[in-house]
């Protein structure tokens, strides 16, 4: 929603290109606002369920999720009107960088800890190359820029981000969208290229070598697992949640334009200048692919933690209203309708400011429709735990 309006405030943003300070706001409005709070939020949950490992420091995690916000909010004030707080910013954006000990030492499937704990890495990386980036500007440090940024965006894009989503869908797709379960031999293959691609990439453009490498590397990976995730949606054996199954849909295929839309601005392809280019493959791989990703599987989880929360409050014996009564579909379609709106008008909005601005609205409003579409689910299983006879 936040990312909507600053479209609306300044229709001419996307004008300055991607190294103009309200563009670097809005790219980060979305890697840390949107899929930050749902990916290391959504960790909380998987990792005791999914891979037997325990998350420790409960009483922590709080000031870490403010500590977060916090210094997202300095971060977009730095870089539109006050750069003295981007040292505040940039001091409170890695304490999010999740510990690991605990997931390499204890747990059950091991290959899941494995692609878990290669995705923490790569964060815990992108925040140090984002302090080091800070220190660029400031003058701390005498380094070229362009390359601590791009390895930067190869670790936080490729390593976490992709790297994360792959990982955590091996067990979700098949088990939420019905589909056959991810070979292990995939899976292993996967992680190790989560690896050691990102890690090269970054490191070779850290080294002097051209942003094609970085180009290239990101585009490959995204191709690759949204072509994976469509295959296995079109061969599924027994499809279930079908607004799911359209969000992880629409998703990868914004995905998969982003990766031709940067290989094109690689290759040199007519049409547009190849920073055009790389704008638009980051508004549909940051803009519209991810979120579509992580908001169609908000939907479920949420839904899906209110119903065990009331089977853990309600006495044995109580029927308590199914997961698809807390969340109907109708109300996940409405949901999916707006973001696939969003999802046509923010490529568009290069075209001019009347498209920008048409934009944002779709964006803040797809985005507000999906807050309360969250809230009504949590005031069904509410409304039921302190009125369970209406339910009869």
Not at 171 to 176: A, E, I, L, S
């Amino acid at each position: 929603m936040v990312a909507g309006a600053l479209l609306v405030a300044d229709p001419h943003l996307l004008d300055g290109g991607r190294w103009s300070p309200p563009v670097v706001a809005l790219v980060h409005v979305f890697t840390l606002g949107v899929l930050g709070n749902a990916m290391l939020g959504s960790l909380l949950q998987f990792l005791p369920v999914a891979a037997g490992t325990p998350v420790r420091a409960g009483r922590l995690l709080p000031l870490a999720h403010a500590a977060l916000n916090l210094g997202l909010v300095l971060f977009v004030l730095a870089l539109y009107r006050w750069p003295a707080v981007l040292p505040a910013a940039a001091t409170l954006l890695p304490v999010l960088a999740p510990p690991l000990p605990a997931l390499l030492r204890q747990g059950t499937q091991r290959l899941l800890r494995a692609g878990i704990g290669a995705a923490l890495l790569a964060l815990a990386a992108t925040a140090l190359l984002g302090v080091v980036a800070t220190a660029v500007l400031r003058g701390y440090l005498m380094l070229p820029l362009d390359q601590v940024v791009d390895a930067h965006a190869m670790l936080g894009g490729g390593g976490w981000l992709l790297g994360l989503l792959a990982a955590v869908g091996g067990v979700t797709v098949p088990m939420f969208q019905g589909t056959a379960q991810v070979a292990p031999r995939a899976q292993r293959a996967w992680t190790l290229a989560a690896v050691v691609l990102p890690l090269a990439a970054a490191v070779a453009r850290l080294l002097g070598m051209p942003a094609t490498v970085v180009t290239l590397a990101l585009a490959l990976q995204a191709g690759v697992l949204a072509a994976a995730v469509l295959r296995l949606q079109w061969h599924a054996p027994h499809r279930r949640n079908p607004a799911l199954v359209r969000f992880w849909c629409a998703g990868c295929i914004a995905l998969c334009l982003a990766a031709a839309a940067a290989c094109a601005g690689a290759a040199g392809a007519p049409g547009l200048e190849a920073p055009a280019w790389a704008m638009l493959a980051g508004v549909l791989g940051l803009g519209v692919g991810a979120p579509l990703l992580v908001t169609g599987m908000l939907l479920e989880i949420v839904a899906f933690i209110a119903w065990v929360d009331l089977r853990g409050r309600c006495p044995r014996g109580m029927r308590i209203p199914a997961v698809g009564r807390l969340q109907p579909e109708e109300d996940k379609r409405r949901v999916l309708a707006l973001h696939l709106v969003a999802a046509l008008l923010l490529p568009a909005a290069f075209l001019g400011p009347l498209a920008t601005l048409a934009a944002g609205l779709a964006l803040s409003a797809a985005h507000a429709a999906t807050a309360l579409c969250l809230l009504r689910c949590l005031r069904r299983a509410r409304h039921f735990r302190l009125h369970p006879e209406a339910y009869r």
